[in-house]
């Protein structure tokens, strides 16, 4: 049952950006996953390296992965610090703008 609404899920995605219409609503995070795994299938059959949108979109996609893997454990073992998880993570996506951000002068 799983499989087969996974399978439709999928469908769905494909058709919805082959259409390419504004409207159809997609989930981002499966958009994202049908994304990666299209781009790199067809690299795969054409025997071309993936291109680098589709591995930046991998490391993303690892990322949320170990996101979730590290906040299921905190919530596990330590749940008073994953309250601080959200602060850190604006604090350091701020840090890394305002260290790629140009200087002004």
Do not use: C, E, K
């Amino acid at each position: 049952l799983i499989f087969l609404s996974a399978l439709g899920m999928g469908v769905q995605i494909v058709a919805a950006q082959r259409v390419n219409l504004p409207g159809i609503p997609t989930i981002v995070f499966t958009s994202t996953l049908a994304s990666i795994v299209m781009t790199a299938t067809d690299a795969a059959m054409r025997r071309r390296p993936v291109p680098v949108d589709a591995r930046r979109q991998g490391a993303v996609f690892a990322t949320y992965l170990a996101a979730a893997v590290l906040a299921g454990w905190l919530a596990s073992r330590h749940p008073g610090i994953l309250v601080l998880l959200p602060l850190g993570a604006v604090l350091g996506a701020l840090a890394l703008q305002l260290r790629a951000a140009p200087a002004r002068g």
